[in-house]
């Protein structure tokens, strides 16, 4: 009956461990001392890794493709993270170029949130955006209105998501060491196809709103309403190039202005030049 016994156990053993790999070097869960370059931890056949506690799924690595998914057992993307909800239609990777992340949640908001604490003025939360030509091994400087960086924002019309609004960086000018002049620009519409750039600030500091229609030199405040290059503090230029009949003020009834021949159809009232009163 002893020998029974033995022998029963270790049918047992062998069906239970059998199939393990119980050849050295063996993965403690204390820790391992003897992990070499070539030691593994995970499969050798197209099976994903699953990370369990309290035995829920809680991270997957995929066989097929390397992606992780935390939150999410069918990963979309090199890393997934969902928070909460179902798993996610693939309406969300529409008009994507293989995006490195993306987060998903379900009834309530979707944060990234970058968290600091210091006492120096200049410690903080950073979101950076780097961009060169050439390769990751060989970067190469950037050229001339190439894109550096972009917050896209985009929104669902039934059927795919229409990239509606953006902000753009920009290389603003002839990189040289040292130095790589950047400009940001504001951009509206309703589709990537209407979107319209509606401000525009330069490397230089200058501001141009909706194509030209009005700017602001940062070097000494002229504005130009219709021109890029005022002459003056204000240029007013139509369509037609013609500099007058454009602005209008309203005076009050115990003044007159003078005669409108002077200076075309409209005229500005200017105060306090010289201690006077001003007409042009």
């Given at each position: 009956?002893?020998?029974?016994?033995?022998?029963?156990?270790?049918?047992?053993?062998f069906?239970t461990?059998?199939?393990a790999?119980n050849?050295?070097?063996y993965?403690?869960?204390?820790?391992?001392?003897?992990?070499?370059?070539?030691?593994?931890?995970?499969?050798?056949?197209?099976?994903?890794?699953?990370?369990?506690?309290n035995?829920?799924?809680?991270?997957?690595?995929?066989?097929?493709?390397?992606?992780?998914g935390?939150?999410?057992?069918?990963?979309?993307?090199?890393?997934?993270?969902k928070s909460?909800?179902?798993?996610?239609a693939?309406?969300?990777?529409?008009?994507?170029?293989?995006p490195?992340?993306?987060?998903?949640?379900?009834?309530?908001?979707?944060?990234?949130?970058?968290?600091?604490?210091?006492?120096?003025?200049?410690?903080?939360?950073?979101?950076?955006?780097?961009?060169?030509r050439?390769?990751l091994?060989?970067?190469v400087?950037?050229?001339?209105n190439?894109?550096?960086?972009?917050?896209?924002?985009?929104?669902?019309?039934?059927?795919?998501?229409?990239n509606?609004?953006?902000?753009?960086?920009?290389?603003d000018?002839?990189?040289?060491?040292?130095?790589?002049?950047?400009r940001?620009s504001f951009v509206?519409?309703?589709?990537?196809?209407?979107r319209?750039?509606r401000l525009?600030?330069?490397s230089?500091?200058d501001?141009?709103?909706?194509?030209?229609?009005l700017?602001?030199r940062?070097?000494?405040?002229?504005?130009?309403?219709?021109s890029i290059?005022?002459?003056?503090?204000?240029?007013?230029?139509?369509e037609?190039?013609h500099?007058?009949?454009y602005l209008?003020?309203?005076?009050?009834?115990?003044?007159?202005?003078?005669?409108?021949?002077?200076?075309?159809?409209?005229?500005i009232?200017i105060?306090?030049?010289c201690?006077?009163i001003?007409?042009?």
């Open positions: 009956m002893k020998k029974f016994f033995v022998f029963i156990s270790a049918v047992f053993m069906l461990y059998g199939n790999q050849t050295s070097p993965w403690s869960l204390a820790g391992n001392s003897n992990a070499t370059s070539s030691s593994k931890l995970g499969t050798t056949n197209n099976t994903s890794v699953r990370f369990y506690t035995d829920i799924s809680r991270m997957i690595i995929s066989s097929g493709t390397g992606n992780v935390i939150g999410i057992t069918a990963p979309l993307n090199i890393l997934t993270v909460s909800g179902g798993t996610p693939p309406a969300w990777l529409n008009g994507l170029n293989s490195i992340f993306m987060g998903f949640s379900e009834g309530v908001s979707s944060e990234l949130v970058l968290a600091a604490a210091s006492n120096t003025s200049s410690r903080r939360s950073v979101l950076q955006g780097r961009r060169s050439g390769t091994a060989l970067p400087v950037v050229a001339n190439d894109y550096l960086a972009s917050f896209l924002a985009s929104g669902y019309d039934g059927s795919t998501f229409q509606s609004g953006t902000i753009d960086f920009y290389v000018g002839v990189p040289s060491a040292g130095n790589v002049p950047a940001i509206t519409g309703s589709n990537a196809t209407n319209t750039e525009r600030v330069g230089t500091g501001f141009t709103f909706n194509n030209n229609q700017f602001l940062q070097s000494d405040g002229s504005v130009g309403i219709g290059t005022p002459s003056s503090r204000l240029e007013v230029v139509s037609n190039n500099y007058n009949h209008h003020c309203y005076l009050p009834d115990d003044h007159v202005a003078p005669d409108p021949g002077l200076c075309g159809a409209s005229f009232r105060i306090r030049i201690s006077g001003g007409w042009f």
